[in-house]
């Protein structure tokens, strides 16, 4: 992984934060296996200014917001029941629920965009453009 705009430590800090949302064992493969790091990276990277700076912010937050709840430490120092749960409360929070949200949303964007990752579950992104392709020929559309 060759990151450009998230340090290694955003990078470790989003990777916690894409397992415990996604939570893709055993059935699917881990996050250090997909592209969803490279993927954020590559998305702060044609970001706004403001947006990276938004996002980074974000992440050190949710790195840290296990403390707000009790959890006892920070994110990626507690096991995985315990970020889930951390997660869960914050998510119950009006404060901090559209934050966690976000987050959560660009997680599963991030992970479930891997190519392998949608091949696993069925989707095939190459031949659905293959049959379009051939569809719109067929029906003489542009």
């Keep these: 992984m060759s990151l450009e705009t998230l340090s290694p430590r955003e990078a470790s800090i989003f990777a916690c934060v894409c397992d415990t949302v996604v939570a893709p064992r055993p059935l699917l493969p881990p996050v250090h296996e997909t592209d969803a790091v490279d993927f954020l990276d590559r998305w702060l990277g044609s970001a706004p200014r403001l947006n990276r700076a938004g996002l980074r912010a974000l992440l050190y937050a949710a790195e840290l917001a296990p403390r707000a709840v009790g959890a006892g430490g920070r994110l990626r120092s507690l096991p995985e029941a315990g970020r889930a749960e951390a997660l869960a409360r914050l998510e119950r929070s009006p404060r901090a629920r559209d934050l966690v949200k976000l987050l959560s949303g660009i997680a599963f964007l991030a992970y479930y965009g ?23 020929a067929a029906e003489a559309r542009p």
């Design 114 to 136: 891997d190519d392998a990752v949608m091949n696993r579950i069925g989707y095939d992104a190459d031949a659905n453009v293959e049959r379009a392709r051939r569809l719109r």
